[in-house]
Each structure stands twice: as structure tokens, then as C-alpha cells.
């Protein structure tokens, strides 16, 4: 290896080349640099002074993006990466806890700039040789995750949960379709996550029927009920997609019920597990996921838990069969001659073309954490959310959601909220609670999400939401963002400065 | 910072903290002894033994991929590395060229390091203060790069061309369905992708219609003939999907004349230029796609003539309005007081929810090179591909294909091929060409394309196919693979032994 150091300096088109990675050590080390630096001048999980200043700053670092003469590649690499980390909301940090956005793990970042610097693509063996194999061993591991007692279960990698479920649904419209259905339907929890009902409108779909969702859970008798319904009306393909972690409570639905439902019905089930999937890797929570393997697939993502950098997802399915209509030949890509050879045929396992390895990361992961690790970094994060739980029925001046915590989420919500609803109408205790979680994010304090959540009452109200997801932090580390809160709440800023 | 170097092991649950880049410094030097150690255990562009050899090295050093217990994680990491390069087709390899299968820039997998430890989502503000801002300059000036006549064009970041053209037609679905239309209907170029045929069959469209290329050009007068068929039978809306840069050949579908006919009939254009688009750095071949102004969406890629590691997609549209089909509300992302408060709302960028930033690699690539030391690379590739057909003609063993080079692909077979055609039929010359494509990837020497493309004397025939990305391979890289095929064509395997 002739990459010991070198004096010159880089060229703007020196490239990844793995067999002399010189330029590229180099120029890792000055995005890890950035990253540190970046970090420090931040100081909070996410940059103060709002989207206005942010974006100044950022731009002074960045622009011009397209100079007529290039900089320096040391110095143009330098300052987008410490752009993007002094303006990060970086999930790595304790307070940086609104949504599904993990921190990501070392090692998965690691494996990730091999990918990178290999730029394989998943959709020819000629351009992916041991990529392919090592995707191959990933889906089948993540396949019999959700599908261990069925003899041949498949999965394949995506963009994500809203890829899966796009995949899932175009898979149920070509199943229907072959059988000559007219007007496959689609049947989804209120609480499903938009892109169902996005991926049914992509695909040309009717209107998904919405169920109801009492207490944020999808409801056997009216799932039943509608079920019924469509089926006197015409009778086609249906397909039931359930949620199995909900974007703004993390709640599984009632799983067994429903496939047993769907089941009596003759409806196909799939499950929305892009949260709640990963609770698989772990014994003492996979029974929460009971009744998961009567889905005919499964949606769950990899860079949520999991600790992927995005993207990471995957559909399972439980046959290999299932994912037929993917196929497709392009004779460029896997001509039959080619196939017929032995040159394996890759590309019906996506609906993209051109496809990085995100393999790479999953299979580096879990074979650093293996199976115990993965379940007992899952067990973590549920174990911190109901210790935070705890905390907020501790504090006086914060209520908790009574559904709280659904696997690591926890919805909560100022007392000073209430009082105000009680007082200056409903509208006013909600804008108190989105005024918090703006305000501190403008002050780069910490990162909130909020959810539209029916209370005890019935009542929608809106609640702050920490979706707990580092597979380190521990509940003490929160304390101090309930002590924000709750302070901000007895001390609002005035009203239109929250932003 | 404190992360000077520490003995202690690194955890696997460790993240790729910015703040603390201790464990990812360490597992990134990891990742790049793994490649460079892959690379020279391979020692070609490909591994030698074909598929089943290569799956089986790679599974002895990757499998199981789920353990009941953890590996270290140095050694887990590094398997899976190694396993990729020493079982990858090297794109930086100056003899793997069968793809448009770019060997990324360090500068751009650098940058891609510091994405996947950042790890900020697209889809929300609270996940990407500043990304948003990188991705918002970068978009414009990829939108201008097209359409810089225009007052208000936009672009979005795709994974790659497939989806560039899903949303495209999406996009124009959308466009006709508001305005009442029926049956909106696509023509595409018998030379097209196959993912604008896709993309009909994913949204729901009818078949498109596909017009003649004689010479693997859209011909101007089929494209009038099928536009007034159709206006004849029932007038809805339609979009003509023009190629700059077919996979086969590299050519240029003659976008003038095409927009022309367009225009005449009332029917949009859509451009297809995943390829060919970034012809727009040069102001020397810059002219080469004069007319895709007219379109009212172009597809390109910056993973291909571009550098990036996959993915690095993109859509240009005519007008930032364009893409108001996509937008969509999700409280938990971009509620309605929220986006008042001054948020920014990113959700309507894409189809994904949770998306990568691939706009930080593009960005410190674009500052790297400059306009000029991007056009200069593009220019480049198209010079290498110029000198190589030269090469071939030069040859007594190889005859080029008539229309190459296009962009810089180039198509040739060996005269043995021709000869063997005429005595023992199409098919046996045919299969020569197959046969030396694989014998040559079975023995680690070579990466070739094919392509089945019209003859001089109007017969499909097999063809060698050849895409020159790399921005430093020279023609003199490129003559022992001449060598190497014309004495393959010489002396070809028995059959049977060719894969």
C-alpha cells in the first residue's frame, strides 16, 4: 500500500479508490474534524436563533455552491460539514428527542463510507459482486426476524417505511389485479402513518376506508364493520394495514385481533412496523408483537430503532413468491442468457434502479451488537420512556398522556396548558404547548415533537411528544429537559416571540 | 475535544457523536484498512471465480450476520468491509466499465461520512436546520443549470433516475387528472429506460406509447404521428419522455425537433437525461443538449457523470409551482401554526418521509471542482470515449458499432463475431459476445456492458458496451482491454465454460 502520508495536495477529482485510499483518509479526517468543530460552536442540540439566522449561517459557510474556479477541496469539503454539524439538530444529543430520528451508531457510519468509497449498486451482480451476497444474507436474517416459522420468507431493503409501505401496496394491487379484481381497497387505522394513504394515492388506489382508532389503537369491531361493508358493495381484494408503533404515541395495534378480523373477512394484513419492528430483536418485547407473523408484510425501518444512519428500511414478506411482480428484465442488467449462465439476477428486488448498499451498515451492526445486543439496546430505549414516565407523573407542573409511554414515546403536557384551556378556551393550552416547543427550539435548547393526541375526555389536545431512541441516554439525562419545560410553562414568552 | 486517542475497546452501541468523533475516527480507519486490504486480495476490477466463488468468500467472513452475541466490533466491521472490496466490481478500476457506474470523488464520499453521522432527516426543519439550507441552495443551482432562462425553476433530490421519472410522471398525472383529463398518456422512445415504462405501471397510467428510434434516436415525425393518433382517439393530455443519453448507445434524442412536435400537438416534454445532463458544466458540450430547456421536467443523476457514491438524483422543473402535487401536511412534521410561525416546511420536496441528505456530498463537490473542473471532467470522459473508438477502429480485430461514441459510451465487437454470424448464424456470433463478456467478469479481468443494438445493415446484433466515468482513466488505460478481448475473440472458452 502506497498511501503512507503524501505531501501534495488533493485533487478535486481524485477519487474513493479503495485500493489507495490516501485522498479519501485525508479528507475523512477533515469531515470528522468539521464534525467536532462544528459540534462545539453549537454547544445544544440544535443551533439557536430560528430558521432565519440558521440559514445565514449556514449559507456564509456554503455559498457559493457552484463557484467558476473550485476552492481547495480540503477547505470546500470543510465548510459544508461544518455547516451541516454547527447546524445540526443532532440526535445524539440527549434533548434532541422529537421524533424517529436516531442517533446513528460508529460502527454503522463506518460501514457506511465503505459503501460509499465501494459505490456498489444493488442492481446488477456485475456491479455488486459481494454486495449482493452480503444483502442477500441481510434480508434473509431480517426475514426470518419476522417470519421464523414460515419456510420461505424474503425481505427486501428500501428507502424506508414509506418505500415499504409503497412496495406492500403495489404488491397487494398486482396480486388483486392477476385475479382479476376491480377495485382492490385498502383499510387503515386513523392513527397510520400519511404515507399509506400517500402510497395508495401514488399507485392510483382508491381511497383508503379509515377506520376508527379509539384510545389510538385500531378497533377490531369497526374494522370488522367496515370490512362487512365493502364487501357487500363489491367484494374485492381488500387489504388491512395496521400500525405497529404509532408515529405520535408508539402504539401497537391490537394484532392478533386484527388478523384474526382480516382473516374471517378474507382480507389480506399488513403491518406499519417501521417503529415497533425492531422490538422483534428482543425476547422480552417481541411478544408485544404478537400476531405480526400473519401479515403478508411487514414494513419496519432500520434508521429508527436500529441506529442506521438513514436510509435503512426493509419489507418483509411472508413468501419469497410475493415479490414476483417486482421482476423485471432489462437486458442491460440481467439478460436471460446472462441469468441462464448463472450471473445472479438482481433487479426485482426494488423498485429502484441504481441502489446503494445499505446493506453494508445493517450487516457490520448486527454483527457487532448481535442479537442480544440489538434487543438489549431496544430494551433500553423502552426502559428509559417509562422511567421518563415516571419522572413527568413526579413533577407537579406536568401531566402525562394516560396512553403514554407506547414503546419509547411519551406525550406530556404542561399543567399551566390546562389551566389556560380551562380558562382562555382549548386553543389558548394548545398554542402554550406549541409556543414551548418552538421556543426552545429557537433557542436551541432542545428538540420537542408535538402530536394531536385525544385526551381522557376525549378531547384532542395537543401534547409535547420525546421519542426516545439513544441507545445511552438515561432518564437522568432528561431530567434537566423537564425542569425547561416546566419552567417555560409557568414563564411563557410573550406571544408571538416563540419562533 | 476530547478525543485524543483512548485505550479502552470502542462499544458496539458507541454512536457516531459529532460532538465526540472518538469511535468513528477509529472505526472509519478501520473501514479503509478493510478496503484497501480487499482491493489488493482482489487485485482486478472484479474477483476472479464468479458468483459462486465470490459467495462463498464473502459469506466466510460475514456470516453468520446475526450472532446470539456481538463480535467486536472492529472485527465485525472489518468483515464486512473487506468482504465488499475484496468481492466488489471497482468502479475506480480502469477496467470496469460496463455501467453507468461512476467511481465516486473522495471529496464526495468524505462529505457522505459526515452525513451518515449527522444523520439529519430531510422531511422536517427540526431534523435539518442547516441541511435544508444546503439542500435549498443546491437544488437551485441545479434547477438553473437547466433552465436558466426561467424565473422560478426548481429541483428536488431523488435516489436516482428511477425516481426522477416516477415524479415526473407523477407530476404530470397530477397535472392532468386537476384539469379533468381521463386517460393521460406518456410516449416514450423505444430507446427509453425502463423506468419511465415503470413509472406508468407504478402510478397507474396506461401503457405508454412507444415511438420508433431508428438509429436509437427518437424519430421527430413517429413522435407526430402517434401525438396526432392519439389526439384523434380522445385529446387527453400527453407527455413525451425524450432521452439525453440512452443506457445502450449514450445518444441524444434530438430535443429540438422534439419539443417542436411536442408543442405542435399540445403535449408536454419530459426529458430523461440521468446521463446526459451534467454535459450542462461544459459550455463546450453544453450544446449537445440544446432544446431541454423546453421540457417541463428533465431527470439527471450526479452518480453517474458526476462522481457521487449512489444516490444522487435529481429532478429539475420548469417552475418551483410545478411541484405542487407533492406537498402534503403531517401535523407531526409541518403542522399548519408551525410553517405560520416561520418553519420551514420541507415535507413537499419529495415522495420519501425520512431522507438522507445527499445534498452535502453534491455540495462540497460542486465547491471542489467548480463549474469548470466539472465541465472538465465531463469533458474528459467524452474525450476518453473519442480516442477509445479511435482505438477500436484502429484494431483489425474489432469493428465499432457506426453510432458510437455517444457521450462517452462506445460500442464494438469483434470481427470473429461478424464472421462467425455469417457461417454459423446470428445467433452463434451473438453468443461470442456474450461469451467473452463473461468469461471475462468469471475470471476477475474485465467489466463489460452489452448491448443488443441495430446494425449498420438494420439487424440487432450483440455489442460490447463500454461507459467511460472515470475522470482520470486515459485511452492508454484502456488498450490492454482491447488486447484482452481481441485475443479472447480469438481464442474463446469452450462453451459452456463461459460464466
Redesign the interface.
Known sequence: ?S?TARPDP?R??????????H???R??????D???D???ARGGP??AG???A??A???AR????????????EE??Y???R???????????PHCV????????????????????????MD????????A??ED??T??LAR?VYAGRPAPDAVIT?????SNLVAL?LFRERALAAGARAPRVFVGANA???VR?AAW????PEPVVVDCPGGRMDPAALGRALAAHAGRDGSPALVAATAGT??EGLVDPLPELAEVARAHGAELHVDAAYGGPLLFSERLAPRLAGIEHAVSVTY?L?KLG?Q???AGVLAVADTALLEPLS?T????N?D??TE????DLLGRS???????DA??I????????????GG?VEHCVGVAEEFARAVDAHPALRRHAGSPGISTVLFRPVAADALAATAGEEAGD?LV?GIR?EL?AEGRA?L????VADGDGRRRLWL?VTLL???TTAADLDALLKLVAERAENPAPAGT??
Chains 1, 2 share one sequence.
Open positions: 500500500m498511501e488533493i478535486p477529482d481524485a477519487t474513493a479508490d479503495p485500493a489507495a485510499p485522498a479519501l483518509r479528507l475523512a479526517s477533515v469531515a470528522l468539521a464534525l467536532a462544528g459540534a462545539a440544535l443551533p430560528g430558521p432565519e440558521v440559514a449561517r449556514t449559507r456554503c455559498v457559493p455552491i457552484l463557484p467558476e474556479e473550485g476552492l481547495p477541496v470546500a469539503l465548510g459544508v460539514a455547516a451541516a454539524a454547527e447546524g445540526a439538530a443532532d440526535p445524539s444529543a422529537a421524533h424517529l430520528h436516531t442517533p446513528p451508531l460508529a460502527v454503522a457510519a463506518a460501514a457506511d463510507l465503505a459503501a460509499s468509497a465501494l459505490n456498489p449498486s446488477s451482480w456485475d456491479q455488486a459482486p459481494a454486495a451476497v452480503v444474507e441481510v434473509a436474517v426476524l428507502s424506508g417505511g414509506t418505500e403495489l402513518h400519511h404515507s400517500r401514488l399507485l392510483g388506489l408515529t405520535d425501518d434508521h441506529w444512519p438513514v436510509a423485471l432489462a437486458d442491460y442488467l439478460a442468457d446472462d449462465a448463472g450471473l445472479p423498485i429502484r434502479t441504481s441502489r446503494r448498499p453494508l451498515k450487516a457490520a451492526t448486527l454483527r457487532a451488537l448481535g442479537r442480544r445486543g440489538m439496546a398554542e406549541a418552538r427550539l428538540v415533537g408535538r402530536a394531536r411528544k439513544h441507545p445511552r416563540g419562533h
